[in-house]
RNA sequence: GGGUCGGUGCCCGAGUGGCCAAAGGGAGCGGACUGUAAAUCCGCCGGCUUCGCCUACGGAGGUUCGAAUCCUCCUCGGCCCA
């Protein structure tokens, strides 16, 4: 396979690149021959998240373009705990946990990539490999001994932290050697010469190629991507609400997901689509134009949406994601059909509910904080007198009394809290 | 080990005996305006059987008519000294 060589030109484009080794060296060494090039992703929980889709992608570029490259899982890093990017001391994670944080993960990391190519298939390691029975006292003679405190303690994420009222253990300040070690392990015995990361990574990536000069004498190239921030500066990765959006269906649904990408606000959008998708840097640029043309009718935030549902949930509930939004966004919630309610059931908060409901009074707010629409009933009562709960579209005062002909199809109560928040709550057959 | 300062609601942070469910800011939620955007404005923002009651200011006791505020012990953290 033919390698690409207007790669780093088209991560230049895209804003992918915020820092690297000497640029003209890693371009020339990127469009000579095929480049083994690595991203770590440590198991802090048993799903990816958003914030880790760059790095994904990330891989998958370098694949396309004909290179080699290894997903790292970080079995043994996430022991320690990195504190890039961390403002307080992170809580160990037991083996257990750890064992299911990997699993999880594991296909997550291997949706992205190509492991059957015969030319360049992806490589997926876990740093446990090398590290677990290496003893700590040959670890401080192997590879602490390459590099001084003083270089450590010079780096950002470590120096913030030592200035914090917090701290850092001395667990997470030797996370970096771990880190190190294993990039050096990588260069040595799987040809990697390359690491990637985020850019508070830049420091650890950079300690890495340090050790490799001086322990193995060999020479690797380094480059970081932007960390992906809202204009406000605040991390991607969450909802409005602060809530983690994980790639996995299950911690977080298609139409949830679906639905973030959607109310991306327009100064995002095109960083988000050159960062986020794989769409040609051209089309992403005809897709603005039309987008600036009509901007109420959020082609960019819909195309956003569609590309990365696709890539995350496959086609079919991106098909899913798209019919409940389009009932619910769309026409009269009243029309809709028996089976698009029993689709909205599946993409929605579902909670069910008895009939004895029906008809009684005063059982409204119970019913709200009971389906987690609301967390108490003190917050049901306030959001009622604030006007902001409809039943089936329709807004509903504080002592509304559901009545069964009230339900669509007999059984079904679409409770919208504001105007972004559906919840569906099915009633027992009559 | 000694000294010292501190631990307040989701977060930051005021409060140093009653006027404290606890200032202010941020986040969040609702409403208006809109494009399921941004900005702006208004309201809310511990719980409950809601004109009142209960729970809360690191934990446990105590002083007091009354404590987030005072005392004792414990615990956790910062800083300084050893």
């Given at each position: 396979?033919?390698?690409?060589?207007?790669l780093?030109?088209?991560?230049?484009?895209?804003?992918?690149?915020?820092?690297?080794?000497?640029?003209?060296?890693?371009?020339?060494?990127?469009?000579?021959s095929?480049?083994?090039?690595?991203?770590?992703?440590?198991?802090?929980?048993?799903?990816?998240?958003v914030?880790?889709?760059?790095g994904?992608l990330?891989?998958?570029?370098?694949?396309?373009?004909?290179?080699?490259?290894?997903?790292?899982?970080?079995?043994a890093?996430?022991?320690?705990?990195?504190?890039?990017?961390?403002?307080?001391?992170?809580?160990?994670?037991?083996?257990?946990?750890?064992?299911?944080?990997i699993?999880?993960?594991?296909?997550?990391?291997?949706?992205?990539?190509d492991?059957?190519?015969?030319?360049?298939?992806?490589?997926?390691?876990?740093?446990r490999?090398?590290?677990?029975?290496?003893?700590?006292?040959?670890?401080?003679?192997?590879?602490?001994k390459?590099v001084?405190?003083?270089?450590?303690?010079?780096?950002?994420?470590?120096?913030?932290?030592?200035?914090?009222?917090?701290?850092?253990?001395?667990?997470?300040?030797?996370?970096?050697?771990?880190?190190?070690?294993?990039?050096?392990?990588?260069?040595?015995?799987?040809g990697?010469?390359?690491?990637?990361?985020?850019?508070?990574?830049?420091?650890?990536?950079?300690?890495?190629?340090?050790?490799?000069?001086?322990?193995?004498?060999?020479?690797?190239?380094?480059?970081?991507?932007?960390?992906?921030?809202?204009?406000?500066?605040?991390?991607?990765?969450?909802?409005?609400g602060?809530?983690?959006?994980w790639?996995?269906?299950?911690?977080f649904?298609?139409?949830?997901?679906?639905?973030?990408?959607?109310r991306i606000?327009?100064?995002?959008?095109?960083?988000?689509?050159?960062?986020l998708?794989?769409?040609?840097?051209?089309?992403?640029?005809?897709?603005?134009?039309?987008?600036?043309?009509?901007?109420?009718?959020?082609?960019?935030?819909?195309?956003?949406?569609?590309?990365?549902?696709?890539?995350?949930?496959?086609?079919?509930?991106?098909?899913?994601?798209?019919?409940?939004?389009?009932?619910?966004?769309?026409?009269?919630?009243?029309?809709?059909?028996?089976?698009?309610?029993?689709?909205?059931?599946?993409e929605?908060p579902?909670?069910?509910?008895s009939?004895?409901?029906?008809?009684?009074?005063?059982?409204?707010?119970?019913?709200?904080?009971?389906?987690?629409?609301?967390?108490?009933?003190?917050?049901?009562?306030?959001?009622?007198?604030?006007n902001?709960?409809?039943?089936?579209?329709?807004?509903v005062?504080?002592?509304?009394?559901?009545?069964?002909?009230?339900?669509?199809?007999?059984?079904?109560?679409?409770?919208?809290?504001?105007?972004?928040?559906?919840?569906?709550?099915?009633?027992?057959?009559?």
């Open positions: 396979m033919s390698i690409d060589p207007n780093l030109d088209d991560l230049n484009a895209r804003g992918l690149v915020h820092d690297s080794t000497d640029a003209t060296r890693l371009a020339e060494r990127l469009a000579s095929p480049v083994r090039a690595y991203v770590g992703f440590d198991p802090t929980a048993d799903s990816l998240h914030g880790n889709l760059v994904l990330m891989l998958r570029r370098l694949q396309d373009a004909g290179h080699n490259v290894i997903v790292l899982a970080g079995g890093t996430g022991m320690v705990g990195d504190p890039s990017g961390k403002s307080a001391e992170r809580s160990l994670l037991d083996d257990e946990q750890l064992a299911a944080n699993s999880g993960i594991l296909p997550q990391l291997q949706q992205f990539l492991f059957d190519s015969t030319d360049n298939p992806a490589t997926l390691l876990d740093n490999a090398w590290t677990v029975g290496f003893s700590y006292l040959d670890f401080l003679r192997d590879v602490g390459f001084t405190v003083n270089q450590m303690v010079a780096k950002d994420s470590v120096r913030s932290r030592m200035e914090s009222s917090d701290g850092i253990s001395y667990t997470e300040f030797s996370y970096m050697l771990l880190q190190a070690y294993d990039f050096a392990w990588l260069f040595e015995h799987e990697c010469e390359m690491q990637m990361g985020g850019s508070d990574q830049w420091g650890n990536i950079v300690t890495g190629m340090d050790l490799i000069r001086k322990k193995v004498g060999g020479s690797a190239y380094g480059l970081t991507w932007p960390l992906l921030t809202r204009s406000d500066g605040s991390k991607y990765g969450k909802t409005a602060g809530e983690t959006i790639l996995s269906a299950e911690k649904s298609p139409y949830a997901f679906y639905q973030s990408w959607i606000e327009d100064a995002e959008i095109e960083k988000l689509l050159l960062q998708t794989l769409m040609p840097v051209a089309d992403v640029h005809a897709v603005m134009s039309e987008h600036a043309e009509a901007p109420h009718k959020r082609v960019a935030q819909t195309r956003l949406a569609v590309e990365l549902t696709t890539l995350v949930h496959g086609p079919e509930a991106t098909a899913g994601a798209q019919e409940a939004t389009a009932a619910v966004f769309g026409g009269s919630v009243a029309d809709l059909s028996a089976d698009a309610l029993a689709m909205l059931a599946m929605l579902t909670f069910n509910a009939r004895e409901v029906l008809g009684s009074e005063g059982a409204l707010v119970p019913l709200l904080s009971e389906s987690g629409i609301t967390a108490s009933n003190s917050e049901a009562n306030r959001l009622l007198k604030q902001g709960v409809s039943i089936n579209d329709v807004k005062p504080t002592d509304h009394v559901i009545h069964s002909a009230d339900l669509l199809h007999g059984r079904f109560a679409l409770v919208r809290k504001g105007k972004k928040h559906l919840s569906l709550v099915v009633f027992d057959q009559p």
